[in-house]
């Protein structure tokens, strides 16, 4: 167990509607990342927050936004849904967020649009 | 060209034997290499990390990196049924980035 939590495990939705996923880092982490992991494109980084504050951005979609709380919580936000935002998210968290920090993954939400 | 190249697998091997995991990457600047282990249903967990070149050891695991090649690889030793799941690659691009290969697929056999 990673520390690292993201609810909800699984959700089924339809094209053209909106969800929020949620994450919570490890105790003491400061910063967060969002990934979006699919069959075709493997792993690809979304999005970082440091501290509450957008850090650096990646191939993330503009129907996509996110967000880092006061709480240090996070969360993705995914409108105008897609059949080929069908993925797993996986958000990670570490200390600083710095090129020799370690990522820790939560255990992923699993996206499927119909 | 992609930053960084992985070939997907599968590879299945025999309990026992060395498995030799590999990846390259496009910009020479690059300092930062890891490498990620994920089972099936799970999020990746960090197995490796390594700084500029070199050879990194830990237990039956060793990772390589070959900056003059653009090359970095992962050794598994003595690989056991419990090794079988994806490794990814993954290079900190600079920019707070990190970008990850396809992930190789990896079945040990008892």
């Known amino acids: 167990d990673s520390g690292v939590t993201q609810t909800p495990k699984h959700l089924i939705t339809a094209t053209g509607q909106r969800v929020t996923l949620r994450c919570s880092p490890r105790?003491?982490?400061?910063?967060v990342y969002w990934y979006q992991q699919s069959l075709d494109q493997g792993l690809q980084f979304l999005i970082q927050y440091y501290n509450g504050e957008e850090r650096a951005k990646g191939n993330i979609l503009e129907r996509f936004s996110a967000q880092q709380f006061p709480d240090l919580h996070s969360e993705l936000n995914l409108s105008s849904l897609e059949l080929g935002d069908s993925a797993l998210y996986f958000c990670?968290?570490?200390?600083?967020?710095?090129?020799?920090?370690?990522?820790?993954f939560g255990p992923g939400t699993r996206l499927t649009v119909l | 060209q992609k930053e960084v190249e992985q070939d997907p697998g599968p590879l299945s091997v025999p309990e026992g034997a060395i498995v030799s995991l590999n990846c390259t990457y496009s910009n020479s600047a690059f300092q930062y290499f890891m490498w990620y282990r994920q089972y099936s249903r799970k999020g990746p967990e960090l197995l490796m990390y390594?700084?500029?070149?070199g050879n990194k050891e830990d237990g039956r695991f060793t990772a390589q990196v070959d900056k003059s090649s653009k090359y970095i690889s992962l050794f598994i030793r003595d690989s056991q049924p419990s090794d079988s799941a994806t490794y990814l690659c993954a290079i900190h691009t600079g920019g707070f980035k990190t970008i990850f290969g396809a992930g190789t697929r990896l079945f040990v056999k008892a």
């Open positions: 390594t700084y500029s070149s």
């Open positions: 990670a968290s570490s200390v600083f967020g710095g090129e020799s920090d370690t990522q820790y």
């Open positions: 105790s003491g982490d400061l910063s």
